[in-house]
């Protein structure tokens, strides 16, 4: 039975009118669309102001004055909106730049560079362990080859074909990624779609 | 109809027709449902065997970063993680959002899921929308009554709730989650809480973007995942709870399914074309 629930009707028509667009772009998408943009927006704009006021604002009231340079780097930022003063956006905007910099910076080369390379280093043969001997053999021959294909700075002497073999090789393990990422966007988008139709079917239409 | 126009059909079709034939293909077995079979995968056996695993008096850091472009999938997840940790008696949840649609959806959530006599407080406490990004995550994982203001997200002290007393950094919880919605929050949870903190870290990524994350499994930096409605399907079947994830999968076997001929018939036009020179 349909709902009457006011809420899951105004979503249902929302949703009929974003998927209207996949007939011709027309009025009814672009409310809809306008609508999430500023519906969205809007709420962003006020659990921001919000989460200045309960974390930033309380603490400095309270003489926690540390709080005054985050505050003060904020305010730099609106000096954009006077010609003679926007240079001072720019210490705003050095501030939250040098601070995720650096707090990326501190942990990033292990992260992601050292212990990916340890994790690529694996033995060949896994005593015992088949699948686990062929699993590390297809990494290790596909790492390799993959990066052979990215070097374009000079010719890979003393065999250019063998070295061009090698780069089809990574070409192959490259297919087979983008294989394995389209195959989960497909997934994820139908999930999108899945849950749109469950919406107005189960949740509105109470098929 | 000749030869010729049904090969133009099949390789040139109104992308109209396309659309139109998925929703049939996937309404139908969400009215009609088959019940296809599902098996269970590591991913959420392994999810499922950790949490199980948990002793009682347990912490978990919970970042909720619920948003609205992901939740569609993300959200199937989440629910079913919540509702495992909720039902575990002797776990405790600290949870806090990095998106500002957070609190929306674990309100939303926590209704949906219940707390199983879970009082808040003592068993779990929100600490609300964080904004700051990577700052933010490192200043939580640091200090976590400094990070949110010695508040919680209805403004009340942490001095009033008892979990708190006992929490003050990444250091004091046994198990960290995160829902991501995308893969740079990942990379920022492995650099503020699981690296410098060694903390177990699972996460509940988009599909679209667990491909990215495999490697990081491999080494140790992630301890597992459930990132598709498919893995929520196999976790809400681990728990004996169907939910929306298990009612939508025979849809997404048929949506596969569709996508897979429709690659075939292309393909096979295309080469039919190739073959009489109609195309290059």
């Avoid at chain 1, 002497?157 to 070409?171: E, M, T």
Wanted: with cysteine; proline share 4%; glycine share 10%.
């Amino acid at each position: 039975m349909i709902t009457t629930d006011i809420g899951i009707w105004i979503g249902a028509i929302l949703t009929i009118f974003v998927f209207s667009f996949l007939y011709k772009d027309n009025k009814f998408f672009r409310f809809a669309e306008y609508t999430v943009v500023g519906a969205a927006m809007g709420h962003v704009l006020i659990m921001n102001v919000n989460a200045i006021i309960q974390i930033g604002w309380a603490q400095l009231i309270t003489g926690n004055y540390i709080y005054l340079i985050a505050f003060l780097g904020g305010l730099l930022l609106y000096s954009r909106f006077w010609k003679k003063y926007a240079w001072l956006m720019r210490y705003g905007i050095a501030i939250i730049i040098g601070t995720s910099t650096s707090l990326a910076v501190r942990a990033a080369p292990k992260a992601e560079i050292l212990e990916q390379i340890k994790g690529s280093m694996v033995p060949l043969l896994v005593p015992g362990d088949a699948f686990g001997t062929i699993n590390n053999i297809i990494i290790v021959v596909f790492t390799i080859a993959t990066i052979l294909y990215f070097i374009f700075t000079m010719e890979l002497r003393p065999s250019p074909k063998i070295a061009d073999k090698i780069g089809r090789v990574g070409r192959i393990g490259l297919y087979c990624a983008l294989g394995y990422y389209l195959g989960n966007t497909v997934m994820t988008r139908f999930t999108f779609l899945i849950d749109r139709l469950q919406y107005l079917l189960l949740s509105w239409l109470g098929l | 109809m000749s030869r010729r126009n049904i090969l133009d059909i099949l390789t040139d079709a109104d992308p109209r027709w396309i659309y139109l034939l998925c929703l049939t293909v996937l309404s139908a077995p969400l009215i009609f449902p088959v019940g296809l079979p599902l098996v269970v995968g590591d991913n959420a056996r392994g999810f499922y065997t950790y949490i199980e695993s948990l002793p009682e008096g347990s912490k978990v850091a919970f970042s909720w970063g619920a948003d609205s472009m992901t939740w569609m999938e993300q959200g199937l997840g989440a629910t079913v993680i919540l509702k495992h940790l909720m039902m575990n008696p002797g776990i405790k949840i600290v949870a806090f959002s990095n998106m500002a649609q957070g609190p929306l959806y674990w309100k939303m959530t926590l209704e949906k899921v219940g707390t199983y006599g879970k009082e808040y407080g003592v068993d779990y406490v929100y600490l609300g929308y964080l904004p700051g990004k990577e700052a933010m995550f490192a200043a939580v994982a640091a200090d976590v009554w400094g990070a949110c203001g010695g508040k919680d997200a209805y403004g009340k002290s942490l001095e009033d709730l008892p979990l708190m007393s006992d929490i003050h950094s990444a250091n004091d919880f046994d198990l960290y989650i995160h829902l991501p919605n995308g893969i740079d929050p990942v990379m920022i949870s492995i650099r503020q809480w699981q690296m410098p903190y060694e903390i177990p870290f699972y996460c509940i990524p988009l599909g679209a973007v667990q491909s990215s994350l495999v490697s990081y499994r491999k080494t140790g930096q992630i301890s597992g995942w459930i990132g598709s409605a498919r893995e929520a399907a196999e976790y809400e079947l681990l728990m004996n709870s169907p939910g929306l994830a298990l009612s939508g999968m025979d849809a997404q076997s048929f949506g596969h399914i569709f996508i897979i001929v429709l690659i075939i018939i292309g393909n096979v036009g295309y080469f039919i074309k190739k073959s009489r020179g109609i195309e290059k």
